[in-house]
Protein backbone atom coordinates (compact mmCIF):
# COMPACT_ATOMS: atom_id res chain seq x y z
CA UNK A 1 0.00 0.00 0.00
CA UNK A 2 1.03 3.87 -0.20
CA UNK A 3 1.94 3.77 -3.55
CA UNK A 4 2.39 7.24 -5.52
CA UNK A 5 3.15 7.25 -8.76
CA UNK A 6 4.58 9.92 -10.85
CA UNK A 7 4.54 10.18 -14.43
CA UNK A 8 6.34 10.51 -16.77
CA UNK A 9 9.57 9.22 -15.59
CA UNK A 10 11.24 11.47 -18.19
CA UNK A 11 10.78 14.04 -19.87
CA UNK A 12 12.73 15.39 -22.80
CA UNK A 13 11.60 19.40 -24.23
CA UNK A 14 12.70 22.42 -26.06
CA UNK A 15 13.67 25.58 -24.50
CA UNK A 16 10.62 27.84 -24.30
CA UNK A 17 8.08 25.28 -24.16
CA UNK A 18 5.93 23.72 -21.08
CA UNK A 19 5.80 20.51 -19.72
CA UNK A 20 3.40 19.05 -17.02
CA UNK A 21 4.18 16.67 -14.40
CA UNK A 22 1.92 14.37 -12.43
CA UNK A 23 1.77 12.95 -9.23
CA UNK A 24 -0.91 10.33 -7.91
CA UNK A 25 -1.47 8.64 -4.96
CA UNK A 26 -2.70 5.65 -6.29
CA UNK A 27 -4.34 3.98 -2.96
CA UNK A 28 -4.51 6.63 -0.47
CA UNK A 29 -5.70 10.22 -0.44
CA UNK A 30 -3.97 12.60 -0.20
CA UNK A 31 -4.82 16.40 0.54
CA UNK A 32 -1.31 17.55 0.57
CA UNK A 33 1.89 16.44 -1.59
CA UNK A 34 5.07 17.98 -1.99
CA UNK A 35 7.77 18.68 -4.63
CA UNK A 36 10.93 18.24 -4.78
CA UNK A 37 13.72 19.20 -7.51
CA UNK A 38 17.12 17.63 -6.58
CA UNK A 39 20.21 18.43 -8.81
CA UNK A 40 22.97 15.74 -9.84
CA UNK A 41 24.70 14.93 -6.13
CA UNK A 42 22.78 16.68 -4.50
CA UNK A 43 19.90 16.47 -1.85
CA UNK A 44 16.53 16.84 -1.72
CA UNK A 45 15.32 20.39 -2.21
CA UNK A 46 11.77 21.34 -1.39
CA UNK A 47 9.83 23.78 -4.09
CA UNK A 48 6.16 23.81 -2.78
CA UNK A 49 3.66 22.51 -0.83
CA UNK A 50 0.20 21.20 -3.06
CA UNK A 51 -2.94 22.04 -0.85
CA UNK A 52 -6.01 20.47 -2.41
CA UNK A 53 -8.45 22.63 -3.31
CA UNK A 54 -6.19 25.52 -2.44
CA UNK A 55 -2.82 27.17 -3.52
CA UNK A 56 0.48 25.78 -3.14
CA UNK A 57 2.80 26.95 -1.12
CA UNK A 58 5.73 27.93 -2.37
CA UNK A 59 9.40 27.60 -0.99
CA UNK A 60 11.43 31.10 -0.74
CA UNK A 61 13.17 31.77 -4.21
CA UNK A 62 10.38 29.41 -5.71
CA UNK A 63 8.64 31.41 -8.64
CA UNK A 64 5.35 30.20 -8.53
CA UNK A 65 4.96 31.75 -12.39
CA UNK A 66 7.14 29.13 -13.19
CA UNK A 67 6.40 26.30 -11.34
CA UNK A 68 2.49 26.45 -11.81
CA UNK A 69 0.87 23.32 -8.97
CA UNK A 70 -2.67 22.29 -9.46
CA UNK A 71 -4.04 19.70 -6.69
CA UNK A 72 -7.64 19.60 -8.01
CA UNK A 73 -8.35 16.06 -6.34
CA UNK A 74 -7.19 13.85 -3.20
CA UNK A 75 -5.42 12.13 -5.50
CA UNK A 76 -3.35 14.07 -8.05
CA UNK A 77 -1.14 17.10 -8.09
CA UNK A 78 0.54 18.27 -11.14
CA UNK A 79 3.71 20.43 -11.67
CA UNK A 80 3.98 22.38 -14.62
CA UNK A 81 7.45 24.05 -15.63
CA UNK A 82 6.43 26.94 -17.70
CA UNK A 83 8.64 28.25 -20.46
CA UNK A 84 11.12 25.64 -19.77
CA UNK A 85 15.07 26.57 -19.92
CA UNK A 86 17.66 24.60 -19.42
CA UNK A 87 18.32 25.14 -15.82
CA UNK A 88 15.11 24.02 -14.86
CA UNK A 89 16.59 20.15 -16.61
CA UNK A 90 16.84 18.63 -13.04
CA UNK A 91 15.51 15.46 -11.43
CA UNK A 92 11.20 16.38 -10.01
CA UNK A 93 9.72 14.69 -7.00
CA UNK A 94 6.88 14.01 -5.50
CA UNK A 95 5.86 13.02 -2.01
CA UNK A 96 2.40 12.50 -0.28
CA UNK A 97 1.97 11.16 3.74
CA UNK A 98 0.20 7.98 3.52
CA UNK A 99 0.04 7.57 7.36
CA UNK A 100 1.40 5.32 9.13
CA UNK A 101 3.55 2.83 9.10
CA UNK A 102 3.94 4.41 5.23
CA UNK A 103 4.95 7.57 6.37
CA UNK A 104 5.92 9.91 3.52
CA UNK A 105 6.04 8.49 0.46
CA UNK A 106 7.88 9.30 -2.99
CA UNK A 107 7.31 9.34 -6.32
CA UNK A 108 10.06 7.82 -8.44
CA UNK A 109 10.99 11.03 -10.04
CA UNK A 110 10.63 13.11 -13.31
CA UNK A 111 14.11 13.66 -15.35
CA UNK A 112 13.90 16.66 -17.25
CA UNK A 113 15.99 17.52 -19.87
CA UNK A 114 15.49 20.90 -21.57
CA UNK A 115 17.29 21.44 -24.89
CA UNK B 1 15.39 27.59 9.62
CA UNK B 2 16.41 24.00 10.01
CA UNK B 3 19.82 22.69 8.58
CA UNK B 4 20.65 19.46 8.50
CA UNK B 5 24.13 18.30 7.25
CA UNK B 6 26.13 14.95 7.33
CA UNK B 7 29.15 14.14 8.51
CA UNK B 8 30.47 11.89 5.55
CA UNK B 9 29.46 12.74 1.93
CA UNK B 10 31.18 9.14 0.69
CA UNK B 11 31.16 5.55 2.71
CA UNK B 12 33.17 2.63 2.04
CA UNK B 13 32.36 -0.63 3.17
CA UNK B 14 33.55 -4.05 3.15
CA UNK B 15 30.41 -6.41 2.58
CA UNK B 16 29.34 -8.14 5.90
CA UNK B 17 30.82 -5.62 7.89
CA UNK B 18 28.26 -2.79 9.63
CA UNK B 19 27.36 0.41 8.03
CA UNK B 20 27.03 3.66 10.49
CA UNK B 21 26.03 7.29 8.50
CA UNK B 22 25.50 9.88 10.73
CA UNK B 23 23.87 13.39 10.68
CA UNK B 24 23.27 16.23 12.07
CA UNK B 25 20.33 18.98 12.97
CA UNK B 26 20.27 22.55 13.64
CA UNK B 27 16.79 22.63 15.46
CA UNK B 28 16.27 21.66 18.65
CA UNK B 29 12.44 21.69 18.39
CA UNK B 30 12.30 19.03 15.43
CA UNK B 31 10.79 16.02 16.88
CA UNK B 32 10.28 13.57 14.10
CA UNK B 33 13.08 11.89 12.05
CA UNK B 34 13.32 9.70 9.05
CA UNK B 35 15.84 7.93 6.77
CA UNK B 36 15.72 7.38 3.75
CA UNK B 37 17.35 5.32 1.30
CA UNK B 38 17.81 6.64 -2.79
CA UNK B 39 18.97 4.48 -5.52
CA UNK B 40 20.10 6.16 -8.66
CA UNK B 41 17.31 7.63 -10.84
CA UNK B 42 14.64 6.55 -8.45
CA UNK B 43 12.57 8.38 -5.53
CA UNK B 44 13.69 8.35 -1.91
CA UNK B 45 12.49 4.99 0.03
CA UNK B 46 11.35 4.55 3.44
CA UNK B 47 13.57 2.56 5.79
CA UNK B 48 13.05 3.82 9.20
CA UNK B 49 11.84 6.54 11.48
CA UNK B 50 11.98 7.80 15.36
CA UNK B 51 10.41 9.84 17.54
CA UNK B 52 11.73 12.59 19.43
CA UNK B 53 10.71 11.06 22.66
CA UNK B 54 12.69 7.70 21.48
CA UNK B 55 16.41 7.42 21.76
CA UNK B 56 16.57 4.14 19.99
CA UNK B 57 14.50 2.15 17.02
CA UNK B 58 15.27 -1.11 15.39
CA UNK B 59 14.22 -2.48 12.39
CA UNK B 60 15.24 -5.56 9.88
CA UNK B 61 19.14 -4.72 9.96
CA UNK B 62 18.95 -1.40 10.31
CA UNK B 63 18.87 0.43 13.64
CA UNK B 64 18.39 4.20 14.08
CA UNK B 65 19.96 6.27 16.93
CA UNK B 66 19.26 9.75 17.89
CA UNK B 67 20.84 12.09 20.18
CA UNK B 68 18.85 14.71 21.01
CA UNK B 69 20.95 16.70 23.23
CA UNK B 70 23.99 17.07 20.80
CA UNK B 71 21.44 16.75 17.91
CA UNK B 72 22.62 13.97 15.80
CA UNK B 73 21.67 10.80 14.61
CA UNK B 74 22.66 7.83 13.04
CA UNK B 75 22.00 4.93 10.99
CA UNK B 76 23.42 1.50 11.49
CA UNK B 77 23.08 -1.01 8.94
CA UNK B 78 23.89 -4.88 10.26
CA UNK B 79 25.55 -7.04 7.38
CA UNK B 80 25.84 -4.39 4.63
CA UNK B 81 24.90 -6.46 1.31
CA UNK B 82 25.76 -5.39 -2.18
CA UNK B 83 21.88 -4.09 -1.94
CA UNK B 84 22.17 -1.50 -0.14
CA UNK B 85 24.58 0.70 -1.84
CA UNK B 86 22.75 3.95 -2.45
CA UNK B 87 22.66 7.19 -1.37
CA UNK B 88 21.15 7.71 2.16
CA UNK B 89 19.58 11.00 3.97
CA UNK B 90 18.15 11.87 7.38
CA UNK B 91 15.10 13.71 6.68
CA UNK B 92 13.75 15.84 9.55
CA UNK B 93 10.34 17.20 10.04
CA UNK B 94 8.85 20.48 11.76
CA UNK B 95 5.83 21.94 12.00
CA UNK B 96 3.59 19.13 12.81
CA UNK B 97 5.21 17.00 10.55
CA UNK B 98 4.36 18.98 7.20
CA UNK B 99 7.50 19.93 6.15
CA UNK B 100 9.94 17.55 5.57
CA UNK B 101 13.58 18.69 5.32
CA UNK B 102 16.62 16.78 3.80
CA UNK B 103 20.08 16.01 5.11
CA UNK B 104 22.84 16.60 2.24
CA UNK B 105 22.91 12.75 1.64
CA UNK B 106 25.78 9.68 2.14
CA UNK B 107 26.60 7.66 -0.56
CA UNK B 108 27.18 4.25 0.77
CA UNK B 109 29.47 1.73 -1.70
CA UNK B 110 29.46 -1.74 -0.26
CA UNK B 111 33.15 -3.56 -1.65
CA UNK B 112 32.20 -6.82 -2.41
Known amino acids: GAVVSQHPSWVICKSGTSVKIECRSLDFQATTMFWYRQFPKQSLMLMAT?????????EQGVEKDKFLINHASLTLSTLTVTSAHPEDSSFYICSARAGRPYGYTFGSGTRLTVV | GESVGLHLPTLSVQEGDNSIINCAYSNSASDYFIWYKQESGKGPQFIID?????DKRQGQRVTVLLNKTVKHLSLQIAATQPGDSAVYFCAVLLGGYQKVTFGTGTKLQVIP
Open chain 1, 50 to 58: SNEGSKATY
Open chain 2, 50 to 54: IRSNM
